[in-house]
């Protein structure tokens, strides 16, 4: 006897009757024997594999299937055999066939010593091509092996003997052909299958119930199968968010929720907004090529207010001592931080209070690395008014990170070129086990917002968000979170 428990429906005893004790059968054998569908199969397989009624049996076989250039060859024909053609044309030397685009620099090599292997053709001594001897309704091994792997990927078993040492010719080739190892999966009933299925032989056809036994009245005189609510269903993988755009999204959310109003703005900024108005001096390291993308040949043409120019140039001049050059404040750049969009605002608006957020993408000419990218998603805020502290700016700083689930935080004193005083956020990172730096944050110098004629304060402060992302998402390097990693993006818990 069996666990009593134990419940077949339709499509378990379909694949069951269709499976011996002794006889492993293939997914594909059960797929034409049971005339059942793949999905159902693979789900039968499941549950059945759950409930200990089949035993599964696997092996590797081999499989090869036609690379890039293997697929370019079985339209195009293999280079040896594009190379006959060129000469058929009338083409009398390398050169000559080099002119004639069938065939690349990279390939003539052995194109001629394959063609002069199949005995096609030889190379005289004044580097005239002969042909030998060629009839093109005959194939040379490489290419019916080609021809006969197609599309598809074959079995190795499936591969004559003279199939085989043509495939390792092939093989030598660079992307000719690929080997592919995959496991094949066998069936067979288990003794307790067989019971239960000995014990089951008289099992409800039907296990839904339609439209069809309503409307006759049929369902009255129907047992139906019944409903295994434990069984294993087929994993989903329904399209979802990136998680970086969730954390956007989260981040957008905590801004509105405290008062903030969102703004945005281009992407390519003029060297004024971008630097001069934030009192960044016109050689500063920042400002080289090495670390900032310029856009070439792009000049800005509308200057700002002439009262404005002058009150940055003037700012500059007393604040660095040295000779501000306009034309290179209008030098076009991919910007490198957020900020050009804020002062913008600030300085056609210029309100009296204002709490304000921008989200968006920033480029840095950085080389690549575990903890840098050269484009990434900055945040930031701004709140003015009459009487705004520090000390405001350090509670806002809480509340928002709050929003965020970070509870841990302090502040640290350090230096930013346009705000002063400057703090550095740190937040503990429980995983790490240790105190991590994350935004930056501080109040605009009078040498910002005097030439913008900024009445009030001006709290800042904004940073990269792929920071938070990696403290977030326990990821050891930014770049993992654009290398889509299909098993990382399905399976990541969406509500953390």
């Given at each position: 006897?069996?666990?009593s ?5 339709n ?44 035993v ?67 190379l ?12 093109k ?22 591969l ?128 080289e ?17 002439s ?125 790490l ?46 770049r ?8 990382w ?8």
């Amino acid at each position: 006897m069996v666990d009593s428990e134990v419940t077949l429906n339709n499509i378990e005893v379909t694949i069951l009757k269709n499976l011996d004790i002794t006889t492993p059968v293939g997914f594909d054998e059960l797929i034409k024997s049971t005339s059942l569908g793949l999905d159902q199969i693979r789900r039968g397989v499941e549950w059945l594999k759950y409930k200990e009624l089949i035993v599964v049996d696997d092996k590797t076989e081999f499989f090869y299937e036609l690379d890039s250039n293997g697929i370019y060859s079985l339209y195009n024909g293999l280079p040896e055999r594009r190379l006959i053609n060129s000469i058929l044309d009338g083409k009398k030397n390398i050169s000559e066939v080099l002119s004639d685009k069938k065939i690349g620099p990279s390939e003539i090599n052995i194109a001629i010593a394959k063609a002069k292997l199949n005995g096609w053709i030889k190379l005289e001594t004044n580097g005239q091509f002969e042909i030998i001897h060629h009839n093109k309704s005959i194939q040379s091994d490489e290419e019916i092996l080609i021809n006969k792997i197609n599309k598809y990927k074959i079995p190795k078993n499936e591969l004559s003997n003279l199939d085989l040492i043509t495939l390792k010719k092939l093989l030598k080739r660079p992307k000719f052909i690929k080997e592919v190892e995959e496991k094949i999966f066998f069936y067979t009933i288990s003794e307790k299958g067989l019971d239960l299925l000995k014990e089951n032989e008289d099992i409800p056809k039907e296990s839904k119930l339609t439209v069809e036994l309503l409307s006759t009245g049929n369902w009255k005189n129907v047992s139906f199968s019944k409903l295994d609510v434990q069984a294993p269903v087929p994993i989903s993988y329904p399209g979802k968010k990136h998680p970086l755009t969730d954390l956007i999204d989260e981040i957008r959310h905590a801004f509105i929720s405290l008062g903030f109003t969102e703004i945005e703005g281009d992407l390519v900024q003029s060297s004024f907004w971008n630097f001069d108005a934030l009192f960044t001096p016109q050689d500063h390291a920042a400002r080289e090529m090495q670390d900032t993308f310029y856009i070439q040949n792009l000049v800005e043409t509308e200057n700002p207010d002439s009262t404005l120019i002058q009150n940055v140039s003037q700012s500059h001049k007393l604040g660095w001592n040295y000779e501000w050059k306009i034309e290179d404040s209008r030098r076009s750049v991919l910007r490198t931080h957020t900020t050009p969009v804020t002062l913008k605002y600030l300085s056609d608006v210029k309100p009296d209070e204002a709490k304000i957020f921008t989200i968006g993408r920033v480029f840095r000419n950085e080389k690549v690395s575990y903890k840098h990218l050269v484009e990434f998603n900055q945040i930031e805020g701004i709140v003015t008014g009459k009487d705004v502290t520090l000390r405001d700016l350090m509670g806002i700083q809480k509340e928002f990170y709050s929003k965020l689930g970070i509870k841990k935080i302090m502040f640290w004193p350090t230096f930013f070129p346009y705000t002063e005083p400057s703090l550095q956020t740190m937040i503990y990172n429980d995983n790490l086990e240790k105190w991590v730096e994350l935004f930056g944050m501080g109040i605009f110098r009078p040498e910002v917002t005097k030439p913008l004629n900024i009445p009030n304060p001006v709290l800042a402060w904004g940073g990269g968000i792929e920071r938070i992302a990696m403290l977030r998402y326990g990821l050891n390097d930014v770049r993992d979170l654009y290398t889509n990693d299909m098993n990382w993006l399905r399976n990541l818990t969406k509500c953390l």
